[in-house]
């Protein structure tokens, strides 16, 4: 068992709903285990600053409930470099803090991985939070699940317009260059077609795919991911639109709203549930992981495998949505 005695919690990157729910895991399982614990804010940057402070069993009342993150989010330009992380390690060590629970998605990993290689003395642990659900070594990142339902709730009201003006609806949803998001909410909300960047977008499909839809059904909704390689919803609702000038065609892209609100029950569980792993993992011993659930079980997933896997999908969900589509 490693005798840690303070660990530093930081959220980096894009925010996520859940984020403050892992940070109450983090501080709460800490004080649990008489470790005292720090949040840093605005993530490497805040490091480097040295914005540090000493949190107890108060500081994360009444937030599991809150989207956003406490600890303020960022991304710092400085951590790319070797002479960054070490001025972030000499405030580290100025605090005492002899670990670091990083919560964020590929980013942060990436830079939590050169850190943990440079500076072996401070051990390093992720919790995977992230809307674009892009990192392998977990079944669901925190604030995906939240991110898809916002975006059904959203996409459920455009059908309501779409269907009384039997209108074509080209919705773009978030996920960078990931999928995740379009494809499962995509289902969701019974959309007649999903393109996202894992496959390859080939316009003549989707063509055949509207036209042999429903003759009866003039309302449609294609969901599109916005790193999908088409040029994202306004180019191809001009594709569309040139190709059939008689379909009232409108864009919608859903944009920030898909980060916020307040994060559901299951990514409060999760956030839960890898927050107290992520501590009593640091006591066993490790560093340089992500902490992940797979089929129900927690997992550790070395930095360098959970990032940049942008192409694992499940081929299923899109024969799902060309059966249901009809
Ligand atoms: O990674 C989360 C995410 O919301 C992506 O889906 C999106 O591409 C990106 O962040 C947007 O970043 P920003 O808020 O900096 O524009």
Redesign the pocket.
């Known amino acids: 068992m490693a005798h840690i005695k303070k660990i530093g919690v930081f959220t980096s990157?894009?925010d996520a709903p859940g984020m403050n729910a892992a940070i109450r895991a983090v501080v709460r399982t800490a004080i649990y285990y008489n470790i005292e614990v720090a949040g840093i804010r605005r993530g490497y940057e805040g490091m480097i600053n040295g914005e540090i402070s000493p949190m107890e069993r108060k500081s994360v009342g009444n937030i599991i409930q809150r989207g956003g993150t406490i600890l303020k989010t960022g991304r710092s330009e400085q951590f790319r470099t070797a002479e960054g992380r070490k001025r972030a390690y000499d405030q580290l060590k100025k605090n005492n803090i002899d670990a670091l629970v990083a919560l964020g998605?590929n980013g942060t990993f990436i830079g939590a991985s050169e850190f943990g290689r440079e500076h072996e003395d401070i051990a390093i642990v992720g919790l995977p939070c992230?809307?674009?659900n892009d990192l392998r070594g977990t079944d669901f990142t925190i604030g995906y699940d939240t991110a898809i339902n916002t975006v059904v709730e959203a996409v459920d009201k455009i059908r309501d317009t779409a269907e009384s003006h039997d209108r074509l609806f080209i919705v773009e949803v978030?996920?960078?260059d990931s999928g995740m998001i379009a494809l499962r909410a995509g289902i969701g909300i019974g959309a007649e077609a999903i393109m996202v960047p894992q496959t390859r977008s080939d316009m003549n499909a989707l063509f055949e795919r509207l036209e042999k839809g429903r003759k009866d059904k003039a309302s449609k909704i294609v969901v599109v991911a916005?790193g999908d390689e088409p040029g994202g919803a306004f180019e191809i609702g001009r594709i569309i639109q040139e190709k059939y000038p008689n379909y009232d065609t409108r864009v919608s892209i859903l944009g920030?709203i898909?980060?916020g609100g307040k994060p559901t029950c299951m990514d409060r569980v999760l956030a839960s549930r890898l927050g107290v792993a992520a501590v009593e993992i640091l006591r066993d011993g490790h560093h340089g992981e992500m902490v992940g659930l797979i089929h129900n079980v927690i997992t550790f997933t070395p930095f360098e495998l959970s990032v940049k896997h942008h192409d694992d999908i499940n081929a299923d969900f899109l024969r799902i949505v060309e059966i249901l589509s009809l």
Request: glycine residues 24%; proline residues 0%; charged residues 30%.
């Open positions: 990157g894009s998605g992230t809307i674009d978030m996920g960078r916005e920030h898909q980060r």
